[in-house]
DNA sequence: GCCCCACAAAGCACGACAGA
DNA sequence: TCTGTCGTGCTTTGTGGGGC
């Protein structure tokens, strides 16, 4: 049984709304529905709000109060059914698939529209899906073809990877999807990789750090960067500023600017709130930067880049640990020698192996 | 019978945001 | 800075058809 069924059904049988939390408890009890994940009335939950919002007048659901669901027609659905037995929204076996009118596959579609749009960057399904139809490689007649794109996508990954295949796509995470054939290997590949853990690592490692170390940290970074006269001034109550400087480029043009430092966990973003806040703790002819392990939201970007107000800069975790790796600050960089066979050594012309 | 293809629904995790 | 709410979308799963 489905969680809507599910709900349905509890619904019917309490003749009133019910909280979600309520259903859900209620579905469970019932034996109707055995739920796998860690919050399953947030599942019972966006379960009915997205009914609702699908099919509006025609959803057995009504939303009556804050997280707060009822039957809408309560009594026909009731009636509909004999012999006490409830009636599903859905019942019988799914209608069978609609037919696919063109000779191409979705994965050739999909390695079509790489190759001719992607310029060797991964693209999201649903614009692998969008150009594949008006190109007019890809026609079908279901509803949700950029669903079917993306299943096939991860079902052919699977499928090759399982056979020891080298796939000829690459998931990329978020709906992005490339082709392998793009992914570099060899040395270069693998210090890149390798990078990218000490990246990770070194990133950990701030986030590790006391508020006090994580500043003093900056304020290295600040003055590798060209940074003058930094000061710190947390434990001054500045107005949230933790490091004031001057940016002194080529002794010429000197930019004086307030710097706030978050040391936030990775999920929490900083706020627009926050980027107003810096603002008005700016003194005259100051520009603001905020520096943070974590990364800032749409609207805080949007309200830092406001053309009418000071501009504030940002720099999130990901950019900070670029730039303390540049500074070689809390790393320790590796000097090796490569070589490469020289071109002006080579041969002019290309001599044919004999047979032996 | 097995594998692949195509589709849609189910279920869950995650992100944004407001409020505490 | 954490928690709860709401909304979005990624991923898995079940089903059926077709080819070999």
Known sequence: MSVKTAAIEV???????????AITEQIVAAGLWQPSGKTPEATVSAQLYSDIKKNGDKSPFVKVAHQTFALREPVCVATAATKDEPVPVKVG????PPVVKTGLSFTTCAQKV????????????????????AGGWLQSSGKTPEATMYAQL???????????ERPRFVQHGRGYVGLSQWMRQGLAFQIE????????????????????????????????????????TRLSGD?????????????????????QVKKWKLKNNIQAPVVQQ?????GAHEHGLIITTSDFSPGAAREAAQADKTPIALMNGEQLVVLLMEHDIGVRRIASDLFEL?????????????DD
Request: hydrophobic letters at 40%.
């Open 11 to 21: 619904l019917r049988k309490a003749q009133s709304s019910l909280h979600a939390k």
């Open 93 to 96: 076996k799914k209608p069978s």
């Open 114 to 133: 790489l190759e001719q749009f992607g310029n060797k960057k991964p693209m999201h399904y649903r614009v692998i899906t969008e150009k594949a139809i």
């Open 154 to 164: 991860i079902t052919d990954i699977k499928r090759q990877q399982k056979r020891g």
């Open 193 to 232: 990789q390798h990078n990218e853990q000490i990246r990770k690592k070194l990133r950990e490692r701030l986030m590790a750090m006391t508020p006090g170390e994580f500043e003093e940290l900056v304020a290295e970074l600040l003055a590798e960067m060209g940074f003058d006269m930094i000061e710190a």
């Open 239 to 259: 107005g949230g500023i933790d490091v004031r400087g001057t940016l002194v480029v080529g002794d010429v043009v000197r930019i004086k600017m307030a710097v």
């Open 278 to 282: 810096v603002r008005g703790s700016l």
């Open 342 to 354: 020289d071109d002006e050594t080579a041969p002019s012309e290309v001599v044919p192996l004999g």
